[in-house]
């Protein structure tokens, strides 16, 4: 059975890269960590380092067990600081995880708001895809998050905030640049930068508007990020069907944005673990969220596909 123990001495082994490292680290000796690392092997049924040339060497094996341990490392720390906090009576903190596009658009306006009700909260932020934070959600690693929507999970409670539709970016000079509004019909033989298939996301809803239309395009590139479109787009690579948090951001760095004219929608949600408590934190942040929701300016001209729903 595997020990604590023996997980601690190889987290402290990954890290340190020596045994004399992990040793100073837990305060016993280098022939205690040899038997610890022995003894865990013997558990695990793998190797998970090799000596070469007097130096230890982490195996494949090594470097997936160590993703796990760190994950759950890093549960353990969390616990440790929460309990830190109540004992010395620190005021109370708060982890969100949030998709990029909205870390670096909403979520700052959110906090702006939220920090003028609850100012000695310590507010941490995750910023990463919608997969992962669905992980974090339920392994209770965050309290919450801002995020597109998803199917419903068991575990997880969703408060839907916002629905939007899209917009269509392109280089500036470009031949739709003209227009006002931009249909699928109007994107007949463009290079498209398109999604990246990581979950379900608008991607599907992209491509099934435009084979309705009956439009032939080519996808040059295809990513998941966001930023990355826009980015790509303000390099002549192409034009994309892209969310509009970002736009206000990228108008500026050569990139024009026109409505898109389509059945393709964005619901933005508030979620948290079902077995959370919804505190007055929460509440507040919700709240925020809401107002600064009311406030944002997409900064489009003849974008009013948008609707708050709570």
């Not at 190889?10 to 022939?31: E, K």
């Not at 916002?162 to 290079?191: F, N, Q, V």
């Not at 990581?198 to 990513?223: C, W």
């Not at 690579?237 to 108008?251: D, K, N, T, Y």
Request: net charge neutral.
């Amino acid at each position: 059975m595997i020990q604590f123990r023996q997980v601690e001495a190889f987290r402290c082994l990954m890290v340190t890269g020596t045994t004399v490292g992990a040793a100073r680290q837990m305060n016993v000796t280098q022939p205690a960590i040899s038997r610890l690392i022995a003894d865990l092997e013997a558990d695990l049924g793998f190797r998970l380092f090799t000596r070469t040339k007097g130096r230890l060497e982490p195996t494949n094996a090594a470097v997936r067990f160590y993703k796990a341990v760190e994950e759950n490392f890093l549960g353990l720390e969390r616990l440790r600081q929460v309990a830190n906090n109540i004992r010395n009576h620190a005021p109370e903190s708060m982890s969100i995880a949030c998709s990029p596009v909205l870390s670096t658009s909403l979520l700052p306006m959110v906090l702006k708001e939220f920090v003028q009700s609850d100012p000695e909260v310590t507010i941490h932020v995750v910023s990463c895809n919608t997969s992962e934070i669905l992980l974090k959600l339920q392994d209770l690693k965050v309290d919450l998050a801002l995020c597109p929507a998803f199917p419903p999970i068991a575990g997880i409670e969703q408060i839907h905030l916002m629905d939007l539709g899209m917009l269509c970016a392109m280089p500036p000079g470009h031949r739709l640049a003209s227009k006002d509004k931009i249909y699928p019909e109007d994107l007949e033989d463009e290079t498209l930068i398109g999604w990246l298939p990581i979950g379900p996301r608008a991607y599907d809803m992209e491509q099934a508007t435009l084979d309705k239309a009956k439009v032939k395009t080519r996808y040059s590139i295809k990513t998941h990020s966001s930023h990355t479109r826009y980015a790509m787009v303000a390099h002549g690579l192409g034009i994309s069907v892209v969310e509009p948090f970002a736009a206000r951001i990228w108008q500026p760095n050569d990139v024009v944005v026109r409505p898109f004219i389509s059945d393709i929608r964005y619901r933005y949600v508030l979620a948290y673990p079902s077995s959370a408590k919804r505190s007055e934190l929460m509440a507040d942040f919700q709240d925020a969220a809401l107002q600064a929701i009311h406030a944002y300016d997409f900064r489009v001209e003849g974008y009013d596909n948008w609707t708050v729903l709570t």
